[in-house]
């Protein structure tokens, strides 16, 4: 693998990590909606309907979710690192970290969604994700 291209796999993981997400979600939510006799109604306020399913299965869709917002600006750095010829060494350690931290929030998220646990997962997740910002905007300038 090229040392300045060493940062993509992590993104890749986290890009598997969503579609992993993202089947667990319809494989849990299309049962449950079956099971209540759902008649979807486009014409309710977004999530009204949803919100009748046990809590266990919105976590996955609201976990789905998260992975689509922040994880946005982690995938923006990684491709400015590497075009800026910073996608080795400590940024990857620090890439692997974020990935691993987003992993773990998914899973206390949709698992137990212990709310304290998930907010410290989150807040950790995001010193690499400062770090990352940091380095970027240090070589971007230099």
Request: hydrophobic share 55%; charged share 10%.
């Amino acid at each position: 693998m090229n040392v300045d291209t060493q940062i993509i796999l992590p993104v890749l993981v986290l890009v598997a990590w969503s579609m992993v997400m993202w089947l667990w979600m319809y494989a849990t939510r299309i049962p449950a909606v079956r099971a209540a006799k759902m008649r979807l109604d486009p014409s309710l306020p977004k999530g009204e309907q949803m919100s009748q399913l046990p809590p266990s299965v919105r976590w996955k869709a609201d976990n789905y979710t998260h992975l689509m917002e922040q994880p946005t600006v982690f995938y923006a750095l990684v491709l400015s690192l590497v075009f800026l010829g910073e996608g080795s060494g400590v940024n990857v350690s620090l890439a692997w970290s974020y990935v691993l931290l987003r992993v773990i929030h998914s899973l206390v998220q949709v698992l137990v969604n212990k709310i304290e646990v998930r907010f410290l997962v989150f807040v950790l997740s995001n010193i690499p994700l400062l770090w990352l910002t940091a380095n970027a905007l240090v070589s971007a300038v230099a």
